[in-house]
């Protein structure tokens, strides 16, 4: 089955930086990208960023554009979302998610009824 685990979310101030890790197993073609989510607390899921399976099409929220940066290892199956210069709103679960798209060129920052989710990591900014 397609898998995904997320890992490297804690605690760090503002100004910090994080890099979180997203392995995934049991990729399938019929999947079109991976995309980074977070939710805080009492608030919807939002999308932060996303690359697509083919390409490495990329594609950030505007709230986190010049501080985040996503990036694949192919050869480790691994997707990672660095984050810098982060700030208290940036608290939150974060989730990847496995993308099922129109094409494999394409990663969305919106959900889909048929996209794969990891368990999530939590990242907290805070001084």
């Known amino acids: 089955q397609l898998q995904l685990v997320e890992s490297g979310g804690g605690l760090v101030q503002p100004g910090g930086s994080l890099r979180l890790s997203c392995a995934v197993s049991?990729?399938?073609?019929?999947?079109?990208?991976i995309g980074w989510f977070r939710q805080a607390p009492g608030k919807e899921r939002e999308g932060v960023s996303c690359?697509?399976?083919?390409?490495?099409?990329?594609k950030y929220a505007d709230s986190v554009k010049g501080r985040f940066t996503i990036s694949r290892d192919n050869a480790k199956n691994t997707v990672y979302l660095q984050m810098n210069s982060l700030k208290p709103e940036d608290t939150g679960v974060y989730y990847c998610?496995?993308?099922?798209?129109?094409?494999?060129?394409?990663?969305?920052?919106?959900?889909?009824?048929?996209?794969?989710w990891g368990q999530g990591t939590l990242v907290t900014v805070s001084s």
């Open positions: 998610a496995a993308q099922r798209r129109y094409s494999a060129y394409v990663c969305t920052l919106s959900r889909g009824a048929l996209d794969v």
């Open positions: 049991g990729f399938s073609s019929d999947y079109h990208g």
């Open positions: 690359i697509s399976n083919v390409g490495g099409s990329t």
